[in-house]
């Protein structure tokens, strides 16, 4: 079954650790994006990729670092420098061939910061 | 810059009853995208209904459908005999259709809860 996949579901860091997300898609899109979801703000975007080695920053990229080798692949690092990450983290891809180019998502990575 | 405004922090439904969330947007273009996506207790963002803006026709997908006021920049998601699994957030999201940028805008989303 195609879709993407995030891990860990649940993790959890010590201050001044960086830690790093996975994402993999084998839906064959090629934009990756991800989003940072806290209560009562909706999703932000944080970084996206249109293709293999390019990737944009997006309304949130202080303090996390992405990088994009593999069309499948899109890890976000999050690192000491972001000042406040625990949040519920998410994924999502779009692909060439779908008309309205909606976004497909992740199950998503909570992470918190202890 | 375009913005999405979901008005409704939270909204209240009977079982089998009909409810309408809101949302509005702001943009200068003229050909856009605009969505709508459930987040049930799961937390997996699931497509709900999508809406081209150059179509008239209000999208419909079994008991979801949407009222689409482009003048008045209007997108309300109308969910028909309301059931308990329809509990969740409801995210509206805004598209570009130009190849030149993949950004979506989302606007806070809106609690329903279903009332048995």
């Known amino acids: 079954d195609g879709g993407i996949t995030q891990s860990p579901k649940y993790l959890f860091r010590k201050e001044g650790q960086n830690v790093t997300l996975s994402c993999e898609q084998n839906?064959?899109?090629?934009?990756m994006y991800w989003y940072r979801q806290d209560p009562g703000q909706g999703l932000r975007l944080i970084y996206y990729?249109?293709?293999?080695?390019?990737?944009q920053k997006g309304d949130i990229a202080e303090g996390y670092s992405v990088s994009r080798e593999k069309k499948e692949s899109f890890p976000l690092t999050v690192t000491s420098a972001q000042k406040n990450p625990t949040a519920f983290y998410l994924c999502a891809s779009s692909g060439p061939g779908l008309i309205y180019n909606e976004q497909f998502f992740g199950p998503g990575t909570r992470l918190t910061v202890l | 810059a375009q913005t999405v405004t979901q008005s409704q922090p939270e909204m209240s439904v009977q079982e089998a009853e009909t409810v309408t969330l809101s949302c509005t947007y702001d943009?200068?273009?003229?050909?856009?995208?605009l969505f709508w996506y459930k987040q049930p207790p799961s937390r997996q963002m699931i497509l709900v209904i999508r809406?081209?803006?150059?179509?008239?026709q209000n999208a419909t997908e079994n008991r979801f459908s949407v009222n689409f006021q482009k003048a008045a920049k209007s997108f309300s998601l109308k969910i028909s005999d309301s059931q308990l699994g329809d509990a969740a957030m409801y995210f509206c999201a805004y598209r570009r259709p130009d190849s030149g940028t993949y950004k979506y805008i989302f606007g806070t989303g809106t609690r329903l809860k279903v009332l048995a």
């Open positions: 943009t200068s273009e003229s050909d856009y995208y």
């Open positions: 809406q081209e803006a150059y179509k008239q």
């Open positions: 990729s249109q293709i293999v080695n390019d990737f």
């Open positions: 839906l064959n899109h090629d934009a």
